[in-house]
Each structure stands twice: as C-alpha cells, then as structure tokens.
C-alpha cells in the first residue's frame, strides 16, 4: 500500500521539488494558493495519485475541510509537511508594523499548529506518522531585520520541539528541517549560489524514507552563507 504525503505549500520552491520527487511512490495530498500553479504541478506528475486544493492556509475552516477530504479520498496520512509559509516584510524591530507580526505568526506559526491537530488524530490511531516542519536557520542564526519572520518560526521550533515529546508514545515522529538561503520564488531576487530546492526536497524525502528511529532535525545551508551565530 502507498503511504500517503500531505504537502502544503506544494505549487512553488520547496513544496513542489519534493511533490515530483515523491509522485512516483506516494500517495499525495496537496494545497497551495495559486490554482495555475497547483493545475500545472498535478498536470507534470502524470498517473500519480493526487488530491489538490488550494485555499489561503491562514483559514480555519478551509484548512479543516481539505483534511477531512484528505482523510476520506485516501484512508490514512502518513507524513505531514507543515511547507508553507512566507516572509512578508523586513523591517528593524522598532519599525515593525504588528499587523503584520500578527500575520507572519498566523502564516508560519498558527497554520502549521493547526494542521497538525487536524492530522495527529489519525496518526494516533494508525500508531504510525511523521510530521516534518520546515523552519528556517533564521531559528539559530539571528539576523537583523528578519525579526517577524523569525520570531514566528522560533515559536514554531518551540511547538514542534515540545510535539516530538508528546507523539513519541504513539510511535509518531517529528523532524524539523533549518534550510539556509533556496533559490526559490520565496526571494526577490534568484540567488544561484543558494541551494536549489531539489537539495531540500532530497532530505526530506530522506527522513521520510528513514525506516530506524526519526531524524529530528536537519540543518542544510549554502557554502555563501557564512554568519555563525
């Protein structure tokens, strides 16, 4: 039987190099916003078997309706990658605009909790899953004006940090994933000395794959950056 992958923010970057990489073994799940990006990926995975959405993932409601389709066109969840997320605006501290500190929380914090409440049920119930949370080596590496973005993915590391205790007696795992600077859709500019986002996918699917323990947390970040601390 295929296991099957729940991928948001499937239709750029990270999110779709590992939807490809996966298509021909898994079962997928996939949402994402943009519904030309979302008709073109599921077009270029061919006789894979797929179930798409695309809805904002900050709504509730959205969020609750694509897991329950999820759960009923396929059975069982096996992994859950928590991928979408955004860094909207950079800004020093003292200029911070709380709306949007608000929405950074609500997009890479709030939304990420919230999928995984709608899934942990049936992982808990199949003794059985793997959430992989894709942060940011923003977490340990502090730079300056990246202070919404980053604060919102620490209080993301803390919650699935304190979710890998919780799950573990229900032989569910957790892996955070800290990918330094991608060449992706996410910059403003392309940047290819940054890693492509088929080097991210290819640890991910490691952990995915990884049959003897769980991975919990994989650091993976350019030669060019150099900041350590």
């Known amino acids: 039987m295929k296991k099957t992958v729940i991928i948001t923010g499937a239709t750029d970057g990270i999110g779709k190099a ?3 990489l996966l298509s ?11 519904e030309d990006k979302m008709n073109k990926l ?27 389709s999820v759960k009923k066109e396929f059975g069982r969840i ?8 955004a860094n909207t605006k950079k800004d020093k501290i003292a200029d911070i605009d709380l ?3 608000r929405y950074m929380f609500e997009l890479n914090c709030v939304s990420a909790v919230g999928m995984i409440k709608e899934i942990y049920p049936v992982m808990a119930e199949q003794k059985s899953g793997l959430f992989v949370n894709v942060l940011s080596s923003c977490c ?27 799950v573990k007696e229900d032989n569910v795992g957790v892996c955070n994933v800290y990918p330094g600077g991608v060449d992706t859709s996410f910059r403003a500019a392309s940047n ?13 699917k490691f952990c995915i794959e990884n049959e ?18």
């Open 140 to 166: 340990l590496f502090n730079n300056p004006m990246t202070g919404s973005y980053s604060a919102s993915k620490d209080a993301m590391e803390g919650i699935s940090k304190i979710l890998t205790k919780e």
């Open 24 to 34: 021909k073994e898994y079962n997928l799940a996939l949402c994402g916003r943009n």
């Open 18 to 20: 590992l939807a490809v």
């Open 212 to 229: 003897e323990g769980c991975v919990h947390d994989i650091v993976i970040r350019p030669f060019v950056e150099n900041n350590m601390a």
């Open 192 to 204: 290819p000395a940054y890693l492509k986002p088929e080097t991210v996918a290819k640890m991910i």
């Open 78 to 85: 096996d992994v859950l990658v928590n991928n979408a997320g």
């Open 99 to 101: 709306d949007d500190l």
């Open 42 to 68: 599921t077009g270029e995975l061919g006789g894979c078997n797929i179930y798409a959405e695309c809805f904002d993932i900050t709504d509730g409601e959205k969020r609750h309706s694509f897991c329950e």
